[in-house]
């Protein structure tokens, strides 16, 4: 279930859309020569299966890829009981609702240390992971679910952690968050070196494939010395996103790249060019 190529868009309804609904966000997409949206379920699953339904035939029609992103109050690691069942069922709903759009992939946010640490958090997530894949694939949905690495220092998601998370389960595979790791490492991995040295990790635990199925975010970011603080647009950050997008070209990368600058769309149109001219 891989893609072939590289579909660049945006993290939801582009900025320039002239009506603020997923269909004409698709077609702004489209109409600005992108290829991808991510339906953002940030806040909540706010979109109805028949708009889900409609979605799914005009991305179709345009040929725009379609992901998902769900809400970021998921925490897999909560000390209650029943945050953790909550934010599984988000999940899995993320992903129902985002098959009925013929979204490809959906991504996640694990969720925060707490009284964890790495090995376990891992541990934990992992098994929620299996879990979740294991209802949707009882239930015939074929869509990709991906933890995301994060920004912060104190969530889950380092590029070891979401590695470990995923290995071996059928359907997953990690959302890589460029921007994230740089801030979260602070500003360490900002080289082309440093993002060959990523895909080169991905590709030795996951094998060739995971890089021709790949869920990619780039954007501007800042951070301090708790790791992330604010998503930025490239031009106002540190972020080296040229040399990332260079990484992706040399390594053969395939899959969806989504601009979550809060400029949105005109990021991704300087990704497109990039990956286009070779800079």
Same mark, same amino acid.
């Given at each position: 279930?891989?893609?072939?190529?590289?579909?660049?868009?945006?993290?939801?309804?582009?900025?320039?859309?002239?009506?603020?609904?997923? =269909? @004409?966000?698709?077609?702004?997409?489209?109409?600005?020569?992108?290829?991808?949206?991510?339906?953002?379920?940030?806040? !909540?699953?706010?979109?109805?299966?028949?708009?889900?339904?409609?979605?799914?035939?005009?991305?179709?029609?345009?040929?725009?890829?379609?992901?998902?992103?769900?809400?970021?109050?998921?925490?897999?690691?909560?000390?209650?009981?029943?945050?953790?069942?909550?934010?599984?069922?988000?999940?899995?709903?993320?992903?129902?609702?985002?098959?009925?759009?013929?979204?490809? &992939?959906?991504?996640?946010?694990?969720?925060?240390?707490?009284?964890?640490?790495?090995?376990?958090?891992?541990?934990?997530?992992?098994?929620?992971?299996?879990?979740?894949?294991?209802? #949707?694939?009882?239930?015939?949905?074929?869509?990709?679910?991906?933890?995301?690495?994060?920004?912060?220092?104190?969530?889950?998601?380092?590029?070891?952690? =979401?590695?470990?998370?995923?290995?071996?389960?059928?359907?997953?595979?990690?959302?890589? @968050?460029?921007?994230?790791?740089?801030?979260?490492? #602070? !500003?360490?991995?900002?080289? #082309?070196?440093?993002?060959?040295?990523?895909?080169?990790?991905?590709?030795?635990?996951?094998?060739?494939?995971?890089?021709?199925?790949?869920?990619?975010?780039?954007?501007?970011?800042?951070?301090?010395?708790?790791?992330?603080?604010?998503?930025?647009?490239? @031009?106002?950050?540190?972020?080296?996103?040229?040399?990332?997008?260079?990484?992706?070209?040399?390594?053969?990368?395939?899959?969806?790249?989504?601009?979550? &600058?809060?400029?949105?769309?005109? @990021?991704?149109?300087?990704?497109?060019?990039?990956?286009?001219?070779? !800079?």
């Amino acid at each position: 279930m891989g893609l072939g190529g590289i579909y660049v868009g945006t993290a939801g309804i582009p900025n320039s859309a002239k009506r603020r609904n997923t =269909v @004409d966000g698709i077609r702004r997409v489209a109409e600005l020569g992108l290829g991808s949206m991510e339906l953002e379920f940030v806040r !909540g699953i706010n979109l109805s299966h028949e708009a889900a339904s409609k979605a799914r035939e005009v991305s179709r029609e345009l040929g725009v890829v379609l992901t998902a992103h769900a809400p970021y109050f998921v925490n897999l690691l909560s000390d209650r009981a029943e945050v953790r069942r909550a934010s599984v069922e988000r999940i899995i709903e993320s992903a129902k609702v985002a098959y009925i759009a013929g979204a490809w &992939s959906v991504v996640f946010h694990p969720g925060y240390y707490g009284r964890y640490g790495s090995e376990e958090a891992v541990r934990v997530v992992r098994e929620a992971l299996k879990h979740i894949t294991g209802v #949707l694939s009882d239930m015939g949905l074929r869509i990709w679910v991906r933890p995301e690495t994060m920004g912060g220092l104190a969530e889950v998601g380092s590029l070891e952690e =979401v590695l470990s998370i995923v290995e071996g389960i059928d359907m997953s595979l990690p959302a890589i @968050d460029f921007a994230h790791i740089y801030a979260r490492t #602070l !500003g360490r991995v900002n080289s #082309l070196e440093g993002f060959r040295g990523v895909l080169e990790e991905v590709e030795r635990r996951l094998g060739r494939e995971a890089l021709r199925n790949s869920h990619i975010h780039l954007s501007g970011i800042s951070y301090g010395e708790r790791g992330e603080r604010a998503h930025l647009n490239f @031009d106002e950050s540190d972020f080296n996103w040229r040399d990332a997008v260079r990484a992706l070209r040399e390594y053969g990368v395939e899959g969806v790249v989504i601009s979550e &600058s809060p400029n949105l769309e005109e @990021d991704a149109l300087k990704i497109l060019e990039a990956l286009r001219s070779g !800079g």
